[in-house]
């Protein structure tokens, strides 16, 4: 509790002035954020409701978590992401619209400073990777939630040691990329005639069953390459290096060595490596896929930009809107599976 910090945002916000006593000999030097959640009500009550103060606090620190998730994707370490279980404590005040505070308790909501406190703020490169990381995550992009998992799994395994999470991790990890890779194809296969009826069929457990399923009968057909687990490669690594020591680690409890846990991490990132190698050589088929998943630097480091950029040519083309109409109809999938 930075407690001299604390009091000077509560009379910033407030207009107070400063408290006489001194907290110099309390304080320590460290970057903190300071987060203001504000809602309106009804002005024949300053009594904080405690149905709307629920409601926006969660919304709110949804949007904050995300925050805190997506910077770990562009700091060079790794700390714990901000949750509501953090608060130690939580303090309310109410202003009136002629911009006066009511009498009463007044404060800010401190969150428990994270393990490894910054010793720097974000520079302008990181908070443009940030911002980045952020908007496409907001408009929908899955291949953000993928990125936190890897993450998550080297911080457990490299910081934390913990050799069984970074495992179920990895794991997640990698059925994202393959899940959601297979959905941005399917989305883009129905443009032209709109519809959730094959990509139910797909993904339908009682129907065609579950990923592994999957790789065998989906991959293959649309972005070519070696999708045989048999046959050594990227998919014969992630099915016995990945798959396979994800489930014995879940389903036996067993912990997984520290060569284990590196190949499995290892095997996870050769899988995304071969999967946007593959899109770059179906730019001609699925553009829109190819453009979400790389990107123009990835698609001019891996080939098929020319074949891309004219794609963007067509005034019709708005990949902006991209990710949240894939994300809508993903959700219209997902509720006919429910």
Not at 197 to 202: F, I, L, N, Y
Request: charged share 20%; with cysteine; hydrophobic share 45%.
């Amino acid at each position: 509790m930075h407690l001299a910090a604390l009091t000077q945002v509560c009379a910033e916000i407030t207009g107070r002035p400063l408290p006489e006593e001194d907290f110099a000999d309390g304080t320590v030097d460290a970057y903190r954020t300071v987060v203001e959640m504000v809602t309106i009500q009804g002005a024949d009550r300053l009594d904080p409701q405690e149905e709307v103060l629920s409601e926006t606090f969660a919304r709110c620190f949804d949007v904050l978590t995300d925050v805190s998730l997506m910077t770990r994707l562009v700091l060079p370490h790794s700390n714990p992401a901000a949750a509501p279980e953090q608060i130690a404590v939580a303090l309310w005040l109410a202003r009136t619209m002629t911009g006066s505070y009511a009498e009463g308790a007044m404060g800010v909501m401190p969150l428990t400073p994270p393990s490894s406190p910054l010793d720097a703020v974000l520079d302008g490169d990181q908070m443009t990777r940030l911002d980045a990381h952020l908007q496409r995550l907001w408009d929908g992009s899955p291949l953000e939630l993928a990125m936190e998992r890897a993450t998550e799994a080297r911080r457990a395994f490299r910081r934390d040691g913990d050799y069984r999470h970074a495992v179920v991790q990895a794991a997640m990890f990698a059925e994202i990329v393959l899940t959601s890779t297979l959905s941005l194809m399917l989305w883009e296969e129905q443009l032209g005639a709109p519809s959730v009826d094959q990509a139910v069929a797909v993904f339908d457990f009682s129907r065609g069953g579950g990923l592994a399923t999957r790789v065998k009968t989906e991959y293959a057909s649309r972005l070519g390459g070696c999708w045989d687990y048999t046959v050594p490669g990227p998919i014969h690594d992630w099915t016995h290096a990945v798959a396979a020591l994800r489930n014995r680690v879940v389903h036996r409890g067993y912990r997984p060595t520290y060569q284990e846990t590196e190949a499995a991490l290892t095997a996870a990132d050769a899988l995304l490596d071969f999967i946007k190698n593959r899109l770059a050589q179906r730019v001609a088929r699925f553009p829109r896929t190819a453009l979400l998943t790389l990107g123009e630097p990835g698609l001019r480091r891996l080939g098929g930009w020319p074949r891309a950029s004219a794609y963007l040519e067509n005034p019709h083309q708005v990949p902006d809107l991209w990710f949240a109409e894939s994300a809508a109809w993903r959700e219209a999938v997902d509720a006919r599976l429910s």
